[in-house]
């Protein structure tokens, strides 16, 4: 245990490995640290990532698997309403490469990867942090937790977790559908209060899922037999993934100079679970954060707010949406496809405020429409 780092990074998922390169790159000496001894292997995710997160960040494009220019919404009598923008606005990513290359990005700019490396706690001293490992200890002046929904460390050493979670719950299955089009699901037999996805991950094969508040493998059985007409029977139960998914931030992500981020900080949108984009947006904020750390001893407590504040109204909304969403039984949702399909003007109103990440201006403009602000 000779070498001090400037940061040591834990988890070495999408959110760890960019952050760990971003620090590397601007000259500091960094070490990831990751449980796994594969990167990428077994990761849960529908790996749906926008078009945008792909033009601000350098994301290793050879992880796209789907390019998607439409969504089917369908009700749950089975009408459709197609959203189809002017051009492709999201991918499907295979995690597998995505995951690793990120990780060899980070290499490439000179940080230690130290894989099989379960970090068990992390002890301050007056000059640095003591990264403890089952075999091997680090030593670094800063810690980034990027541990994504294992909170263990947190409790440990002062951090709070998420309050709630949602359940994600996924099959990868030979199913041939439009290879540019993702279809969402809405009915009370088999997503309640929420969702069920059928998307693209080539090879004429697609992730079939949802994202509930509990169950989750119960309620994708359901989707799939009576949705798709599927027989559960035919299937191994192993291949039904099941996952939390952090709903809400955490009240505290700093704790002196260690920083949770992405979904160990709970930086996930509230509406679909998705983590990746917000989790690398925290991610630049928070190497800006360090770096003023690292050189000029400031405080991390600017991370907390900054991030915060670059997020809760996202989140906010989204609770919103998901409480009224829990509300609503199968015929008043026909009654919203219906009313959408019947008022094309609302509709030309609707699809400007329409953003992939984010999700807010949409939201207000639909409980307004409908006067549910109150309830919300
Ligand atoms: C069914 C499902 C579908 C999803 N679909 C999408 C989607 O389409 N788009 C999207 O953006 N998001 C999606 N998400 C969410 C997304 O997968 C996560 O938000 C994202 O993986 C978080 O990245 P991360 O780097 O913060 O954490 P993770 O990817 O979870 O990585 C954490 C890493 O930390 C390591 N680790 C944990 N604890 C320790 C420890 N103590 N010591 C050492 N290493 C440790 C783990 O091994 C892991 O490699 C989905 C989630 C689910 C469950």
């Known amino acids: 245990m000779r070498k001090k780092y400037d940061v ?55 992880s796209i698997l789907s390019r998607i220019d439409s969504v089917t919404f369908i009700s749950p009598s089975g009408q459709r309403l197609e959203y189809i923008p002017q051009d492709i606005f999201t991918y499907v990513v295979s995690r597998k490469i995505f995951d690793r290359g990120l990780l060899k990005t980070a290499k490439k700019v000179g940080v230690d990867v130290y894989l099989k490396q379960h970090v068990i706690n992390i002890k301050e001293s007056s000059k640095y942090y003591t990264i403890i490992c089952t075999k091997k200890r680090y030593r670094s002046k800063t810690v980034v937790l990027a541990t994504g929904v294992n909170y263990e460390l947190h409790t440990k050493i ?4 998420p309050s709630k979670f949602l359940y994600g719950s996924q099959i990868e299955m030979p ?24 998307i693209p991950a080539g090879n004429n094969s697609s992730r079939v899922g949802v994202i509930v508040h509990k169950k989750g493998r119960i309620w994708l059985e359901k989707m799939l037999e009576q949705r798709l007409n599927f027989s559960v029977e035919k299937l191994n139960k192993d291949d039904l993934k099941l996952k939390p998914i952090a709903y809400g931030s ?111 201006n949409f939201i207000f403009f639909c409980l307004k429409s409908f006067g549910l602000m109150s309830k919300a």
């Open 158 to 161: 002062g951090l709070s977790k």
């Open 8 to 62: 040591a990074v834990v988890g070495a998922g999408p959110i760890g490995s960019y952050t760990a390169y971003q620090l590397a790159d601007k000259g500091f000496d960094v070490c990831l640290l990751d449980e796994k001894e594969n990167i990428g292997e077994d990761v849960i995710c529908a790996g749906v990532i926008s078009k945008q997160a792909f033009k601000r960040y350098d994301l290793p494009s050879k």
């Open 175 to 198: 199913m041939s559908f439009s290879q540019s089009n993702i279809q969402i699901h809405l009915g009370q037999k088999f997503a309640p209060g929420s969702f069920g996805w059928v």
């Open 250 to 360: 955490v009240k505290r992500s700093v704790k002196g100079n260690i920083l949770a981020l992405g979904e160990a900080a709970g930086q996930v949108k509230t509406t679909t679970g998705g983590g990746i984009f917000y989790g690398l947006l925290c991610s630049e904020i928070a190497v800006d954060k360090l770096t003023k750390t690292i050189k000029n001893g400031c405080s991390l407590n600017d991370y907390e707010l900054a991030w915060h504040s670059a997020l809760v109204s996202e989140f906010d909304i989204g609770k919103r949406l998901r409480k009224i969403a829990r509300t609503l039984d199968d015929e008043k949702i026909e009654n919203l496809f219906n009313f959408v399909k019947r008022n094309r003007f609302w509709v030309e109103l609707l699809v400007p405020r329409i953003d992939f990440d984010y999700h807010s």
